[in-house]
């Protein structure tokens, strides 16, 4: 039996922590637990940005139009309802739930749900750095984790410009090198080559012109240092480079 699990790569992610105002003692806290565990899996500071909205409710049409942004690889949502006396606990959790994963399955992008749903206000303290742990620090390692699937590797057999945001443009990279390498394309080439395709507009453009800027720059500083260190890979270097790159 074999047994395919995500991997947590957090190597050049960019994360948005979106998190409700509402209960902020209890949030407060799950975002601290969020960015250190982001921190600890070697994000950037620069690559961790928050985002806050009201409350729970508002989170999945701001998700949405961070979604819409391009720019980010994951969304780690937090925030924490807490059961009253009447039905707004029901509405509110299901509504926000159900709006996430929407988000989620429409724009093919991982966002971590790390909405605490408690009925008392001790049960979402223990949850949020207490005795149960903090649910802001799990959510961004689940969240790493569908950033990564083995389901949508970019060595399967598919469709190199499904990915998003920056991880797309990380697959689109090795595409990239090729067509400089084999065609002699430069930057300005490329990019208005890969711009003209439909489905460049889900990936970070930006970020894909700066990826091959480095690397196209740097490229006869790499080749030696993969001579060096592995002569099978004397021919096609920069494609190895890209592959080892974006691994």
């Known amino acids: 039996m074999r047994t395919i699990e995500g991997q947590l790569v957090a190597r050049d992610v960019r994360i948005v922590i979106l998190a409700a105002r509402f209960n902020e003692l209890i949030v ?24 806050r909205v009201p409350g729970a409710f508002e989170l999945p ?3 949405r ?7 980010y690889d994951g969304i780690v949502a937090l925030g924490a309802v807490i059961r009253g006396q009447t039905p707004h606990f029901d509405f509110v959790c299901s509504e926000c739930a159900a709006g996430l994963n929407r988000v989620s399955l429409e724009h093919g992008l991982p966002i971590g749900f790390g909405v605490l749903t408690c ?13 149960f742990g903090n ?16 389901c949508v ?26 067509q400089h390498q084999a065609i002699d394309h430069d930057i300005d080439e490329l990019m208005k080559q890969f711009g003209g395709q439909p489905d460049f507009t889900r990936i970070d453009g930006e970020y894909f012109r700066q990826l091959l800027t480095r690397i196209i720059a740097g490229k006869s500083q790499l080749d030696a240092v993969i001579k060096l260190a592995a002569p099978i890979a004397r021919s096609h270097s920069s494609i190895r480079l890209s592959m080892a790159y974006c691994g």
């Open 28 to 51: 407060r806290n799950l975002v601290d637990g969020a960015t250190e565990m982001l921190r600890r899996q070697g994000v950037a500071d620069a690559d961790i940005h928050v985002v």
């Open 61 to 63: 049409l701001a998700a």
């Open 65 to 71: 139009q961070l979604a819409g942004l391009k720019r």
């Open 119 to 131: 009925d008392t206000v001790d049960q979402a303290l223990a949850r949020a750095g207490g005795k």
């Open 135 to 150: 649910k802001g620090a799990e959510t961004v390692l689940a969240t790493l984790e569908m950033i990564n699937p083995p």
């Open 153 to 178: 590797s970019w060595r399967a057999e598919r469709n190199i410009m499904a990915a998003t945001g920056r991880q797309g443009s990380r697959c689109l990279l090795v595409q990239g090198l090729y």
